[in-house]
């Protein structure tokens, strides 16, 4: 068991005072301390409500990742960079990423723990070694902590920005522009499967970076997220009324889809949290999105020459703001 401390700095309630440090959810902020690995000045404290003042010493433990197989899986799983405290992996569509109760299917943690792979535990048994998050259907890279150092130090820059992907997708119809794509997101009020554009939701923001256009009037874009809210990147194209090929939740049915979601996220980047370097790691796409866009598109993006993040050059002054 790893143990950290910090001296508290403000006022306020013990859960929003360590998930601020620490860079998590207040509900895994929640859980450490119900299972009494949270002290204030030495003294075990079980309860989040629990009022800190300036200058109080507040200790934190995570327990260690269990190792053993749960569900049966027999899925292959490209690893595109592994250290002893981080592992990129290319995430295949259709592929869940964490256990949940209404999740019958083997998942990606499943997988990682059939590997024997060391994972941290800071955001809870269910969610070992998890960072960020990629939808079930959504390909490419994910990033993962060996350890509950790394697991810290990364949750902070998904918090300030320093780490961050740019995402491929191919949608139905040309945007008109390179656009930027500011408008807030939470749970849709009609259908609890969906999110939507809705005022007083959380802050999202979106850039939209034409690349080619297809011979059947669709257009591969690039996307890169300034936010992290749920299903973000379909949401806001479904706000200028654009979809992604696949999307069976967001798109109309009148739509011709294909058979998964064409949406692939591409370049992950951060900063090291031992070293301190930038390290960029790409997922090559898988085969079918491969397919369907050397058929379609003049581009290759399947070589070293293309540079996803130079289509984000001068956003301020070449995009246009929604």
């Not at 009022?51 to 292959?76: Q, T």
């Amino acid at each position: 068991m790893r143990s950290s401390s910090f001296i508290s700095k403000d006022s306020g309630r013990l859960d929003k005072v360590l998930s601020l440090h620490i860079g998590v959810s207040r509900n895994q902020v929640e859980k450490l301390i119900k299972d009494g690995l949270v002290s204030v000045d030495s003294k075990v404290v079980t309860k989040p409500s629990f009022k800190v003042s300036p200058n109080l010493n507040i200790e934190y433990s995570f327990k260690e990742a269990p190792k053993e197989e749960h569900k049966e899986i027999d899925i292959e799983i490209e690893t595109l960079y592994e250290d002893e405290d981080i592992l990129v992996i290319n995430k295949p569509s259709s592929l869940v990423v964490h256990p949940a109760p209404s999740v019958k299917e083997p998942t990606l943690v499943d997988w990682l723990r059939k590997q024997n792979i060391r994972l941290s535990t800071i955001s809870g048994e269910e969610r070992n070694g998890i960072v960020h998050r990629l939808d079930k259907d959504t390909s490419g890279a994910l990033l993962i902590a060996k350890s509950n150092f790394a697991h810290e130090a990364l949750s902070k820059q998904l918090q300030d920005r320093s780490m961050g992907r740019y995402y491929l997708a191919v949608i139905n119809y040309p945007l008109k522009d390179n656009i930027v794509i500011n408008k807030p997101i939470a749970r849709n009020p009609k259908n609890r499967l969906k999110m939507a554009i809705v005022d007083g939701g959380k802050e999202a923001k979106t850039a939209f970076a034409k690349i080619d256009e297809g011979t059947n009037r669709s257009e591969l874009i690039a996307a890169k997220l300034f936010s992290g809210r749920t299903h973000q990147i379909r949401v806001h194209l479904g706000s200028i009324n654009r979809y992604i090929l696949g999307d069976m939740l967001y798109a109309p049915q009148s739509i011709k889809h294909t058979h998964r979601i064409f949406l692939h996220a591409y370049l992950l980047y951060f900063i090291h949290p031992r070293s301190n370097r930038l390290v960029e790691v790409k997922a090559p796409l898988f085969s079918d999105m491969q397919e369907y866009i050397d058929n379609n598109f003049t581009k290759g993006i399947d070589d070293e020459s293309f540079k996803i993040n130079e289509y984000f050059k001068d956003i301020d002054s070449n995009f246009t703001a929604i």
